[in-house]
C-alpha cells in the first residue's frame, strides 16, 4: 500500500493526472482544517455558520466569521505541498499530458502557488455576492468595516462558497466529471473524503480505471491503490523528485 516507488512510477508514466485537495493541504500555511483536534467544525456548529438559514438568521454572525477566514487566507502564504502541485501540473503539462487540480479548499493558496488548472468545488472566500441578485464582487484584501456588508443590488454580501444544503456549480461538477474520463492517476491529498459529492470522485475515478493515491497525514476511509502517509509538504516534494527527479 505505502510505496512510494511505485507511485512515482506510476506519476512518470502518467498522462492524466487529477488531483483532489482538501484543508490538510493548507494546514502548514497555518489554516485550520475542519475535523480533527483544532479543526474549524470542533469549535463551531456548522449550522450557525455554513448554512443558507443561518445567513438568513444571523448574517452578521456568518459574515464576521467568513471575513476572518478570507484576512487569515489573505495573510498566509503557499507552502510547499501547493508548490510541488503547482510544479506538477507544470510537469505533466509540458509533456504533454493533462492535468486538473480539484479542490475543496476556498483560500486560493493554489492559484498563488501558480497552479492553473485549479476547479474550485467549494467555491473562494476571495469573491463575494450579494444574497439577493447573485451579482459577485471581489472585495478589497481589507476587513470589512461593518457586518453584514452591503451588495451591490440591495442585498447583503455573502461569500461566494458552497454552504451545506447548496450544490455545487453545474460547471465545477461537469469539469471535474470529465477529467475522469482521462485520468489515469488520481491523486487525494489532505482531505478526510467524506464530505459528498467531492468525496465519491475518489471512487468514480477507480471505476474509471485510475491507479488512485491517498496523501494524508493518517489514513482516511477512501479505498485507495496506494496511501503515502506524512505531511503533504514534505511527501509531495518528495514524490516530485523520485518521479522526475531535479527536472521536477
Ligand atoms: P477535513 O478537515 O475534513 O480533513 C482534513 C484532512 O487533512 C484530514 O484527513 C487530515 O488527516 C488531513 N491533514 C491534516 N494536516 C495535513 C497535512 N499537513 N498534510 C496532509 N494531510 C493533512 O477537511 P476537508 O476534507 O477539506 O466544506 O473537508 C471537506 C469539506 O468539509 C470542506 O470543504 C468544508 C468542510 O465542511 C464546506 O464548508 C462545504
Known amino acids: 500500500m505505502d510505496d512510494p516507488e511505485a507511485v512515482a512510477s506510476t506519476l512518470r508514466r502518467a498522462r492524466g493526472v487529477v488531483v483532489l485537495t482538501g484543508a490538510g493541504v493548507s494546514a502548514e500555511s ?10 474549524l467544525w470542533r469549535g463551531h456548529d456548522p449550522t450557525r455558520l455554513a448554512t443558507p438559514e443561518a445567513f438568513e438568521r444571523d448574517p452578521a454572525l456568518v459574515s464576521e466569521w467568513y471575513d476572518l477566514r478570507r484576512m487569515a487566507a489573505a495573510v498566509s502564504e503557499p507552502n510547499a505541498a501547493h508548490v510541488a502541485m503547482a510544479e506538477l501540473e507544470r510537469h505533466v503539462v509540458a509533456a504533454g499530458g493533462r492535468f486538473a487540480l480539484l479542490t475543496q479548499n476556498v483560500d486560493r493558496l493554489h492559484q498563488r502557488a501558480g497552479s492553473e488548472r485549479v476547479v474550485e468545488l467549494h467555491g473562494s472566500l476571495v469573491v463575494w455576492r450579494d444574497h439577493r441578485s447573485g451579482r459577485r464582487v471581489t472585495p478589497e484584501p481589507t476587513p470589512f468595516r461593518t457586518h453584514p456588508m452591503p451588495g451591490p ?8 462558497v458552497v454552504w451545506f444544503g447548496e450544490y455545487l456549480s453545474e460547471e465545477a461538477l ?3 466529471t470529465s477529467a475522469l474520463t482521462w485520468c489515469d492517476l488520481f491523486l487525494v491529498v489532505g482531505t478526510s473524503a467524506i464530505v459528498y459529492p467531492a468525496a465519491g470522485l475518489v471512487g468514480r475515478a477507480t471505476a474509471a480505471g485510475a491507479v488512485t493515491v491517498e496523501v494524508n497525514v493518517a489514513a482516511t476511509p477512501a479505498h485507495v491503490d496506494h496511501r503515502l502517509v506524512g505531511p503533504a509538504a514534505a511527501v509531495l516534494p518528495r ?4 518521479a522526475f527527479g531535479n527536472a521536477a
Request: no cysteine; net charge negative.
Open 239 to 242: 514524490l516530485l523528485e523520485a
Open 153 to 160: 443590488d440591495g442585498g447583503w454580501l455573502r461569500p461566494d
Open 30 to 39: 497555518g489554516l485550520p482544517t475542519f475535523r480533527g483536534d483544532g479543526g
Open 174 to 176: 461537469t469539469v471535474a
